[in-house]
């Protein structure tokens, strides 16, 4: 099973806003009160091999320093350690998986159903899908909109020369590969013409048009 660890500074507000019981939740290890100082001490002495034990690691941004911050990013970077941030200072939500899956979330957006529908995920088919707690029931679509958008820019600046260039995601390259054969995705660094780059933005279109 995945496991979770959640750091939060800010008890009452957790309580106050949080769908479900932390505490009820076995892959999930809440990091509070004196468990958080002890936290932050192992991160000042440089002791970070506890964090081997999770998949993701999720913590109220303000709750670190600028340098803390920087320690988690750089130790997510070097184990593909999914990392989210939430703060009532974050005005909407961003996410970049380029390095490693990095998730930026207002604080409420964090603390709302989503959270519940993305340890419900965890639960039922092991699987870290940070997308849930961006957008919820309809991640899939909006994960396909903004990939459209991205590909309709690229195509209109003629930006498309080889696989790479589509930043598909590994689980989208996947499903066009099994569904169209589209083997030819196999290679980031293989050139593609006008006629597979025009297939695939069909393609998106859609599995658009079946999930509105």
Same mark, same amino acid.
């Given at each position: 099973?995945? @496991?979770?660890?959640?750091?939060? =500074?800010?008890?009452?507000?957790?309580?106050?806003?949080?769908? #479900?019981?932390?505490?009820? #939740?076995?892959?999930?290890?809440?990091?509070?009160?004196?468990?958080? =100082?002890?936290?932050?001490?192992?991160?000042?002495?440089? /002791?970070?091999?506890?964090?081997?034990?999770?998949? +993701?690691? %999720?913590?109220?941004?303000?709750?670190?320093?600028?340098? @803390?911050?920087?320690?988690?990013?750089?130790? +997510?970077?070097?184990?593909?350690?999914?990392?989210?941030?939430?703060?009532?200072?974050?005005?909407?939500s961003?996410?970049?998986?380029?390095?490693?899956?990095?998730?930026?979330?207002?604080?409420?957006?964090? &603390?709302?159903d *989503?959270?519940?529908?993305?340890?419900?995920?965890? @639960?039922?088919?092991?699987?870290? *899908?940070?997308? %849930?707690?961006?957008?919820?029931?309809?991640?899939?679509? *909006?994960?396909?909109?903004?990939?459209?958008?991205?590909?309709?820019?690229?195509?209109?600046?003629?930006?498309?020369?080889?696989?790479?260039?589509?930043?598909?995601?590994?689980?989208?390259?996947?499903?066009?590969?099994?569904?169209?054969? &589209? /083997?030819?995705l196999?290679? =980031?660094?293989?050139? %593609?013409?006008?006629? @597979?780059?025009?297939?695939?933005?069909?393609?998106? =279109?859609?599995l658009? *048009?079946?999930? #509105?």
């Amino acid at each position: 099973m995945k @496991q979770i660890i959640l750091i939060e =500074d800010r008890v009452e507000r957790m309580k106050r806003l949080a769908p #479900i019981k932390f505490k009820s #939740i076995p892959f999930l290890k809440l990091i509070t009160a004196s468990e958080y =100082d002890e936290f932050i001490l192992r991160l000042k002495k440089g /002791e970070l091999e506890f964090l081997n034990d999770f998949d +993701c690691i %999720i913590s109220h941004k303000s709750a670190l320093s600028v340098a @803390q911050r920087d320690i988690i990013k750089k130790y +997510c970077k070097s184990f593909n350690t999914t990392l989210v941030f939430f703060s009532g200072g974050i005005s909407y939500s961003f996410y970049n998986d380029d390095i490693f899956p990095y998730l930026n979330i207002n604080v409420k957006e964090f &603390y709302s159903d *989503n959270l519940k529908l993305f340890l419900n995920e965890v @639960q039922d088919n092991n699987k870290i *899908n940070v997308s %849930i707690l961006q957008f919820g029931e309809k991640w899939k679509l *909006n994960k396909l909109l903004n990939f459209r958008n991205d590909l309709i820019t690229k195509i209109n600046g003629k930006n498309i020369n080889r696989v790479r260039d589509f930043n598909l995601t590994e689980e989208l390259k996947r499903e066009l590969i099994i569904s169209e054969s &589209y /083997e030819f995705l196999n290679n =980031d660094f293989s050139t %593609i013409d006008n006629i @597979q780059i025009a297939s695939v933005k069909t393609k998106i =279109d859609n599995l658009i *048009n079946e999930l #509105i």
